[in-house]
T-cell receptor, first 114, second 114 residues
Framework: EPEVTQTPSHQVTQMGQEVILRCVPISNHLYFYWYRQILGQKVEFLVSFYNNEISEKSEIFDDQFSVERPDGSNFTLKIRSTKLEDSAMYFC????????????FGSGTQLSVL | AQTVTQSQPEMSVQEAETVTLSCTYDTSENNYYLFWYKQPPSRQMILVIRQEAYKQQNATENRFSVNFQKAAKSFSLKISDSQLGDTAMYFCAFMKRGGNKLVFGAGTILRVKS
């Protein structure tokens, strides 16, 4: 079974620091996503990415966030200046079709901002 | 905007018994998809079952089946012959056809007891 790989599994950072979360989507997938889940809360959509550009982003995805697919295999989420409230589990997901008939999630990166 | 409501924060079931998890949603869209995801303690998101709104037949995947009532905007998940490994958080999710994002409910914690 192919899988989406996320690194690191845990990331601890100081408030105000930049952090980059890394994801390797499944190789033939074209649609890429980031979601986050604050502890005890629902999973929230952050951003979708297709054809090297953002397709849609949520209100959470403000100027502090950016995504990039730098080399055709990695898909990264950067938070420029982390805040305490950015502490959450961040999930990367990828799909081969727009209707997410098979949407695969990674195992997540737990980000803790101190 | 779409909303997804899971009114049962927690449920328990005896091993080998059947349990039904509830989900309702609100949308003005006519074409959409509904999903159930399982999140075990490892926190990975695993697709359990998917329903296309234009299909009247309820989706089934082995021990998992749904009761999709489009007019009532209801999408419940039935787990038959519950197993200890079914213990997890279950999320109901909505996506409009041609959309880019999943909208998740708050989740239901299911505990299967031996």
């Amino acid at each position: 079974e192919p899988e989406v790989t996320q690194t690191p599994s845990h990331q601890v950072t100081q408030m105000g620091q930049e952090v980059i979360l890394r994801c390797v989507p499944i190789s033939n997938h074209l649609y890429f996503y980031w979601y986050r889940q604050i502890l005890g809360q629902k999973v929230e959509f952050l951003v979708s990415f297709y054809n090297n550009e953002i397709s849609e982003k949520s209100e959470i995805f403000d100027d502090q966030f950016s995504v990039e697919r730098p080399d055709g295999s990695n898909f990264t989420l950067k938070i420029r200046s982390t805040k305490l409230e950015d502490s959450a589990m961040y999930f990367c997901a990828s799909s081969n079709d727009r209707n997410n008939e098979k949407l695969f999630f990674g195992s997540g990166t737990q980000l803790s901002v101190l | 905007a779409q909303t997804v409501t899971q009114s049962q924060p927690e449920m328990s079931v005896q091993e080998a018994e059947t349990v039904t998890l509830s989900c309702t949603y609100d949308t003005s869209e006519n074409n959409y998809y509904l999903f159930w995801y399982k999140q075990p303690p490892s926190r990975q998101m695993i697709l359990v079952i998917r329903q296309e709104a234009y299909k009247q037949q309820n989706a089934t995947e082995n021990r998992f089946s749904v009761n999709f009532q489009k007019a009532a905007k209801s999408f419940s998940l039935k787990i038959s012959d519950s197993q200890l490994g079914d213990t997890a958080m279950y999320f109901c999710a909505f996506m409009k056809r041609g959309g880019n994002k999943l909208v998740f409910g708050a989740g239901t914690i299911l505990r299967v007891k031996s």
